[in-house]
């Protein structure tokens, strides 16, 4: 596109004549920058991806979800009337809870994604992203996103990427841009031109967008290239979680999300696709709460990477778009999903982390052993709803026993084959500050006579 210098001083001595030549001018060249916005993007797919051809996604996704744990941190709450509610934790006490809690984890690589980080909390000001959560501040920073900005980069110490949680639905009328979309028939409307109401969210009403209008006049990119721009770390990071990433309005499922619009429920989701296309240009993959549930007909695989909630029955179950009549599960690569919810753990008890080491210990072990056929694996696992004895594979050598029920017998645990050599173990108990040596144990044929104690998690490491 070429720019057009214009000298306003020579327009001519008329000042009416200038100032109206003026308005239509930069009029015409706001519609030639809107049109050259929209072209830009215009190549961007909304058409389905057929999975099944390659039994791989659209894109190799940026980060291995099969290997990674996903959580969220809620640091804030706003209020029914939209003003600023509770506040959970700050900047400084999320890297607190995110050192904690790699040390439960025992360093597994992790993603954090905050909730209630913009403007009064959780779902505050929606569809905007425009400002972050001031009263999350640090005291030495002078403004709240150079505390947003210091978290991300210190988590880093502690095997943890710090994205956000968003969501590219709700809207609120409290928000920056609730005008400029209600002008521009973004905001979901009836077939009168009168705004729908959505849920009441907190003691708030509110509104949904259709993603195809907002696709169309290229405010979808612009709120997305708004939010990269004043954090460009979310590109290093390579992933996003867009909370309620719905097909549908909840209120009024299977209809199209905007009767006063002529987009259909395809053209909706067809607009959804092409979001997730878009974050993927940036380097930046998309997860969200689930994959096929009664919100959505398509699941997005292949274009979603990975689900907060293990929704597995309702593939099974549900008629879904282009389902293949082979269909009995999804291949790992596509139903990646988090073993250990810490949002409720954290939120309720930030110091102690209260339930979240029998989590890691019955879930995350478990998981990552399962959905890892690649790594060697062992024979002698114990995988129960109250028992583990299981090799914690993202270590080098490192196995973990636990148990939640009473029992004083001694159990004879089998080491992995690859311990051949190994003559004696360090035994250590697993807590919030890291490992704690608790004695040393010959092992006999491959094999260790251990005891282990209600609710406290044993790891075994070779003595080297």
Not at 237 to 243: E, F, K, L, S, V
Not at 293 to 307: E, H, S, T, V
Request: proline share 5%.
């Amino acid at each position: 596109m070429k720019y057009i210098i214009i000298n306003w001083a020579k327009i001519g001595e008329n000042v009416k004549i200038g100032s109206l030549l003026k308005s239509s001018l930069i009029l015409l060249l706001t519609c030639i920058a809107q049109l050259s916005y929209c072209q830009k993007h215009a190549n961007i797919s909304g058409g389905y991806y057929d999975w099944t051809k390659t039994m791989q996604p659209e894109m190799p996704w940026v980060r291995d979800y099969n290997k990674t744990l996903i959580t969220k941190i809620f640091l804030c709450s706003r209020d029914e009337k939209g003003n600023l509610g509770k506040v959970y934790l700050k900047f400084a006490d999320a890297l607190e809870v995110i050192r904690k809690l790699d040390n439960i984890t025992l360093g597994l690589p992790k993603i954090v994604y905050l909730v209630g980080w913009q403007f009064n909390g959780h779902d505050s000001k929606y569809p905007s992203w425009a400002e972050v959560n001031k009263a999350l501040k640090r005291d030495q920073d002078s403004t709240a996103l150079q505390s947003l900005k210091w978290l991300i980069k210190a988590a880093k110490a502690y095997n943890t990427t710090v994205s956000l949680h968003i969501n590219m639905l709700d809207a609120y009328e409290d928000s920056p841009l609730w005008q400029k979309y209600l002008d521009k028939n973004i905001i979901a409307k009836d077939k009168t031109g009168k705004p729908l109401k959505g849920e009441q969210m907190g003691g708030l009403q509110s509104y949904q967008i259709s993603y195809a209008q907002e696709w169309k006049t290229g405010e979808t990119q612009r709120r997305i290239d708004g939010l990269i721009k004043m954090l460009p770390e979310l590109k290093e990071g390579g992933t996003i979680h867009i909370d309620a990433f719905h097909s549908m309005a909840p209120l009024r499922p299977n209809q199209p999300i905007s009767p006063y619009l002529k987009f259909s429920l395809n053209d909706e989701i067809s607009a959804q696709r092409k979001i997730f296309r878009y974050w993927r240009s940036k380097g930046i993959d998309v997860t969200s709460e689930g994959g096929m549930y009664w919100l959505r007909k398509d699941p997005f695989i292949g274009l979603q990477a990975a689900i907060y909630l293990p929704f597995q029955d309702e593939y099974v179950q549900d008629n879904w778009l282009n389902k293949p009549s082979w269909f009995k599960s999804l291949p790992v690569q596509f139903s990646a999903y988090t073993p250990m919810h810490c949002e409720g753990e954290i939120k309720n008890d930030p110091v102690l982390l209260s339930g979240l080491m029998e989590q890691f210990c019955l879930n995350v072990v478990p998981w990552y052993y399962r959905r890892n056929p690649d790594v060697a694996k062992h024979d002698e696992v114990i995988i129960t709803n109250d028992k583990v004895i299981c090799p914690i594979l993202w270590k080098d050598k490192a196995l973990i026993a636990y148990t939640k029920l009473e029992d004083s017998s001694i159990k004879r645990i089998q080491l992995p084959n690859t311990w051949l050599n190994v003559k004696n173990v360090q035994l250590y108990k697993l807590t919030t500050e890291g490992l704690q040596k608790n004695g040393t144990m010959k092992v006999y044929d491959g094999k260790i006579n251990l005891k282990l104690e209600k609710n406290q998690p044993t790891v075994i490491m070779p003595v080297e």
